[in-house]
């Protein structure tokens, strides 16, 4: 290098003397213009977009400087119902679009959304706080949920050509959803030809918003998609007739969901406030640290798998308390319009109160709290005593917090796990092959991570465990929810015979169930080929065709089973495994002709225990005898009446109810009536949805070459 005289050197100097690394702070701008654009509203029109807002004004600040951005509208429910009405009663266009345009302009929709990144990263880091490396995360998973659906707009046409959605889709997305939730619904719907209303958060409402506005630059008729800013009256929907499926990405358990579904919609519910992850002994411990600061706190811990609980080794508890210590005082905090942070601390005010007083409660208990800035975040509670004093309850709080306790076993990491109602998913880490594999089996959720955290592929179907959803999201089981509804009869169940037995037969089909499934698949196939073999050697007052039927099927479901899938995504194997939904309960009428028999015999064979409620009594020899061919429990038979229904309808340990006649859902809440299900379909793959759960793992193919 020449000396300190050299010109060049003097060059050299001046650059770095002047040498910036850009702004600290988020450039807001191109938010702001379009939202002037909007007139700093949003609110629901009914014919013109120009016409005068009407509903509740509400002020949506920004998280950071607390200045107004814009105002929303809550809309009155004499709005909504004039606009549902509009959408359903008029001829529905997007419908109308050719199954190849329709699939081309949803290919363009995704598209576009990528190229509007910028201006949705600014909206997400002034409304909701979420750090703009977040939301590049998420955008690219919801451009591929559309353009992944985009070719069923194809398929179903190829399927079914007459087939036309009947009636509006309604989605309820709460504030704490994600951007690529869109695409959950919207992917599916729109390749389907629904048109599709979007009830959203005050705070999610502003993407919401640009969402629609990109669909209709993308060639997506006006009134395909509509937003209700804000929170309105679940119930708007739930009774209007021209809904026909609701979607809910909430919390049934809220008070406003308590409501019965008398109307008979299809529901699809996903929720989840949390996950666990578990860390074993074996495992790379400086990599679960490092993935722990985005599992609890990436997009401010509003994920529906933001981990919530930390279940550690005893071996290793205590070194692995340390480096996660030493971690989280490394990282980054601040508000979310500051650049190059690891998290956001940008909370809205309820939220930070909430945070505040559990923190404030579980030292006043003797928990072991850990903030390295004495900030509300990142805060650790250590130990067992945050669960054996009740600091946290469950579901009360969307807050992003995380316990860390220690276990001895794997069985004790597993019961811990799945002491929750929620069955989302979880994180495993171990480099034990034989230990994952245990440890996946046990697990009541609906996917496994395995050294890794929070992978999802709209190809890869994906089915909530227990209370955090009741449907298939990706894959073609996923695009089937919303083509496979049916409007659902609600003639009245005959009168009550005896409830007695319903309650005797639920508790025997839980006894088995357990057992029927631990059994290999081959030997449930040879148990229902001996079952094929001696109905069809029996002689039966019933017409020769309905028994050489029930043969014909059972060999036909035993040659038609699908084996586990691998899939390969980047640098994971992906393995979707089928499981069974446990107890089943499947009503039959009095005509035998409508039995549907693929369902029992589909569920039997996944696993199932099955309790059948007959409404024909000249088959009831028949079911019984086969009954006695099947382990005690496994398959029982009960006379359908009301009060049978009821049991089954309010019995915890039911996990799904077959069947035509709802009066008797039709009247509970929505948490309860959502394990009512309807068939319309012949299809195995079909019938075989309705009747297993799937479990998706996720294992890191490694790197060595």
């Avoid at 909370?347 to 006043?364: C, F, G, P, S, Y």
């Avoid at 290999?520 to 309905?546: C, M, S, Y």
């Avoid at 299900?677 to 299809?683: A, G, N, R």
């Amino acid at each position: 290098m020449g000396d300190i005289g050299d010109p060049k050197h003097s060059v050299i100097k001046q650059i770095f003397e002047t040498m910036s690394y850009g702004d600290d702070f988020e450039n807001l701008t191109e938010a702001t213009e379009w939202l002037k654009t909007k007139e700093n509203r949003i609110f629901l029109h009914i014919d013109k977009k120009d016409e005068t807002p009407n509903g509740e004004p509400l002020s949506i600040k920004n998280i950071n400087n607390k200045e107004s951005l814009c105002e929303i509208y809550v809309p009155e429910a004499a709005t909504i119902d004039a606009v549902l009405k509009k959408l359903g009663g008029a001829k529905n266009a997007w419908a109308e679009v050719a199954p190849l345009k329709r699939a081309e302009i949803i290919h363009k929709f995704g598209g576009e959304i990528c190229k509007k990144q910028d201006l949705f990263t600014q909206l997400e880091v002034a409304v909701r706080g979420i750090l703009s490396k977040d939301t590049r995360k998420s955008l690219p998973l919801l451009t591929d949920w559309l353009q992944y659906y985009s070719s069923f707009s194809v398929k179903c046409n190829s399927k079914n050509s007459s087939w036309k959605p009947e009636g509006l889709a309604v989605a309820i997305l709460s504030d704490v959803n994600s951007l690529a939730t869109f695409g959950y619904i919207l992917g599916p719907c729109l390749a389907a030809g629904y048109n599709v209303v979007l009830q959203t958060g005050p705070q999610l409402s502003l993407v919401a918003s640009l969402l629609i506005e990109i669909a209709i630059q993308a060639g997506i008729p006006d009134d395909t998609i509509r937003l209700i800013p804000g929170d309105v009256d679940f119930n708007i929907f739930l009774i209007h007739p021209q809904v026909s499926v609701i979607s809910i990405f909430d919390d049934l358990y809220k008070e406003k969901y308590l409501i019965a579904n008398h109307f008979n919609k299809k529901l699809i519910n996903f929720y989840s406030s949390g996950i666990p992850m578990i860390i074993f002994e074996n495992c790379d411990l400086d990599s679960a640290c490092h993935a722990v600061v985005n599992a609890v706190w990436g997009f401010t811990g509003m994920l529906p798998w933001s981990v919530r609980n930390i279940f550690v080794q005893e071996n290793v508890f205590e070194t692995f308390i340390q480096k996660l210590k030493h971690k989280v005082g490394e990282i980054r905090v601040g508000q979310s319009d500051q650049k190059n942070l690891d998290i956001s601390s940008s909370l809205d005010n309820k939220t930070l109160q909430k945070l505040v007083k559990i923190i404030e409660r579980a030292k006043d208990e003797g928990v072991e709290v850990y903030q390295p800035n004495n900030n509300a975040i990142p805060t650790l509670f250590i130990g067992g005593n945050v669960f054996h004093n009740n600091v946290i309850v469950e579901d009360a709080i969307k807050v992003p917090i995380v316990t860390l306790t220690a276990f001895r076993t794997i069985n004790e990491a597993a019961a811990l796990s799945n002491n929750t109602k929620q069955g989302l998913a979880a994180s495993v880490w171990t480099e034990s092959t034989s230990l994952a594999n245990e440890i996946i089996e046990k697990l009541k959720v609906g996917t496994v991570w395995i050294n890794s955290h929070g992978l999802f592929a709209p190809d890869i179907p994906f089915s909530p465990f227990k209370s955090s959803g009741n449907a298939f999201f990706g894959g073609t089981e996923g695009f089937y929810e919303y083509v496979d509804t049916k409007n659902l009869k609600t003639e009245t169940p005959s009168q009550v015979r005896n409830a007695t037995s319903m309650e005797k037969a639920i508790n025997e089909a839980k006894k088995a169930q357990n057992a029927w499934f631990k059994l290999d698949h081959f030997e449930r196939t040879k148990i229902l080929q001996t079952v094929a073999h001696e109905i069809q050697n029996k002689v039966w007052g019933l017409p020769d065709n309905w028994i050489n039927n029930w043969v014909t099927l059972i060999h036909d479901c035993l040659s038609n089973h699908s084996l586990n899938i691998v899939t390969k995504k980047q640098s994971f194997n992906v393995v979707t495994m089928r499981e069974p939904c446990g107890l089943i309960a499947i009503e039959i009428s009095d005509d035998k002709e409508t039995h549907n028999k693929k369902m029992i015999i589909a569920a039997l064979i996944e696993g199932n225990s099955v309790i059948i409620l007959n409404g024909a009594k000249d088959t009831s020899d028949f079911y019984t005898f086969v009954a006695k061919l099947l382990p005690k429990g496994v398959l029982t038979l009960v006379e359908h009446s009301q009060e049978a229904t009821k049991i089954a309808a309010l019995h915890k340990e039911l996990n799904v109810y077959f069947g035509e006649r709802n009066k008797v859902f039709g009247s509970l809440p929505l948490k309860t009536s959502s394990k009512f299900k309807v068939v319309q379909t012949d299809d195995w793959n079909c019938v075989r949805n309705k009747v297993t759960l799937v479990k998706s793992v996720w294992f890191n193919k490694g790197t060595s070459v």
